[in-house]
């Protein structure tokens, strides 16, 4: 069964910095691209970040692209979101899901996600 | 970046009514569109994705259809667990993104 696990949200001030962890669990890590979504209290979905299965590609959106860094320790099994110079509009429930496979194909979307820690940036 | 807008915002239908979400995209997305339910306080459930294949284990009453800039998402009779919100996402090019999200709430 894929398990995924997030940890490190905290409240933290303006301008700080924040490292969120996902533990993965259930599947060969580094056989799937994986991804962020955040999710401000009351809205939508927001997707934030992307990363291959290898760690060779990432992608991320025009709202974090410069402040956030996603990586990936595949051995660790272990997903990471590097934040900094944290905004208000950052707070959040950040979610890690892994990228939809089929038969060995990558298809897209995302399948299985985490429960999401709470990032709250407060002054 | 692909801009997803849904339609309505908003849906209110009963039990056994037929629903259809639609969901627009800036430009061409393919057919590379995913939709998620979610639920008050849980995590998104995957429910289609390539805009029309049923992900496992989600009940044959949610279809998905449409390519490029069109598509939508249909409940051939609505459940008493489909009230949710539901989002597409088009996943073509990255950055992904999210359309704003449908409330399903009850008549």
């Known amino acids: 069964e894929v398990q995924l696990l997030e940890s490190g949200g905290a409240l933290v001030q303006p301008g700080g910095s924040l490292r969120l962890s996902c533990a993965a669990s259930?599947?060969?890590?580094?056989?799937?691209?994986m991804t962020w979504v955040r999710q401000a209290p009351g809205k939508g979905l927001e997707w934030v970040s992307g990363i291959s299965g290898r760690g060779a590609a990432t992608y991320y959106a025009e709202s974090v692209e410069g402040r956030f860094t996603v990586s990936r320790d595949n051995p660790q099994n272990t997903l990471y979101l590097h934040m900094s110079s944290l905004r208000v509009e950052d707070t959040a429930v950040y979610y890690c899901?892994?990228?939809?496979?089929?038969?060995?194909?990558?298809?897209?979307?995302?399948?299985?996600w985490g429960q999401g820690t709470l990032v709250t940036v407060s002054s | 970046d692909i801009q997803m807008t849904q339609s309505p915002s908003t849906l209110s239908a009963s039990v056994g009514d037929r629903v259809t979400i639609t969901c627009r995209a800036s430009r061409n997305a393919n057919t590379w569109v995913a939709w998620y339910q979610q639920k008050p306080g849980k995590v998104p459930k995957f429910l289609i994705y390539k805009a029309s294949s049923l992900q496992s284990g989600v009940p044959s009453r949610f279809s998905g259809s449409g390519s490029g800039t069109e598509f939508s998402l249909t409940i051939s009779s609505l459940q008493p667990d489909d009230f949710a919100t539901y989002y597409c996402?088009?996943?073509?090019?990255?950055?992904?993104?999210f359309g704003q999200g449908t409330k399903v709430e009850m008549k």
């Open positions: 996402q088009q996943y073509n090019v990255y950055p992904w993104t």
């Open positions: 259930g599947f060969t890590f580094s056989n799937y691209g």
């Open positions: 899901a892994k990228v939809f496979t089929s038969g060995g194909v990558i298809v897209g979307g995302t399948d299985s």
